[in-house]
């Protein structure tokens, strides 16, 4: 079936714009999860959604960071008034609820520049 | 101290060799581990779970030592197909974040 999708594959923009990136996840996955991850760095945790809630933003580094999800299904993380730091490559992941919720599948990511 | 600490390496081994890294985790009530692959410039896949007895899948053996705080991932027969950076991933009992080692590259030569 399909896997977890984003879009833009890339993304190219100059500081103190605004972007938004997508996610469809998995369909029937419930749990949907927002990282990101720097050149040559770790997966740093940005926000989890269940369903249409997210319990836990707190790994959203400002307030220029906001995501939603509607329908229990397509995702966007929003970036306001971009910063040269926020570059990085933007992972989203989907998994079910129930004892698999742990097994992540991934999406290709957006690969952000600010210039 | 870092709550999931990998050897970031490389670790660079010849074809055919066996090849073993470690993670360690600092909160003793982790309750769930895995192990992922990411290709270079790919996203992360996850490769197994790693449960208290060990499982084995194919070349690749993973164990879980709770008294020492660390999981470990072995490769047999290493190809170089296996080229990649291998992420220790760790989960508290009741939570639905995971947490990410910064992972341990792995590059194989002819």
């Known amino acids: 079936g399909a896997g977890v999708s984003q879009s833009p594959s890339n993304k190219v923009t100059e500081k103190g714009k605004d972007v938004e990136l997508r996610c469809d996840p998995i369909?029937?996955?419930?749990?949907l999860y927002w990282y990101r991850q720097s050149l040559g760095q770790g997966l740093e945790f940005l926000i989890y959604f269940q369903g249409n809630s997210a319990p836990d933003k707190s790994g959203l580094p400002s307030d220029r960071f906001s995501a939603e999800r509607t329908g229990g299904s397509v995702s966007t993380l929003t970036i306001q008034r971009t910063q040269q730091e926020d570059s990085a490559v933007y992972l989203c992941?989907?998994?079910?609820?129930?004892?698999?919720?742990?097994?992540?599948?991934f999406g290709p990511g957006t690969r952000l520049t600010v210039l | 101290r870092k709550e999931v600490e990998q050897d970031p390496g490389p670790f660079n081994v010849p074809e055919g060799a066996t090849v073993a890294f470690n993670c360690t985790y600092s909160?003793?009530?982790?309750?769930?581990f895995f192990w992922y692959r990411q290709d270079c410039r790919k996203e992360p896949k996850l490769l197994m779970s790693v449960y208290s007895s060990g499982n084995e899948d194919g070349r690749f053996t993973a164990q879980l030592n709770r008294a020492s705080q660390y999981i470990s991932l072995l490769i047999r027969d290493s190809k170089l197909s296996d080229s990649a950076t291998y992420l220790c991933v760790v989960n508290l009992e009741g939570s639905y974040i995971p947490t990410f080692g910064r992972g341990t590259s792995l590059i194989v030569h002819p």
């Open positions: 992941a989907s998994s079910r609820t129930g004892t698999d919720y742990m097994l992540q599948y």
């Open positions: 369909s029937g996955h419930t749990a």
């Open positions: 909160n003793s009530a982790s309750q769930s």
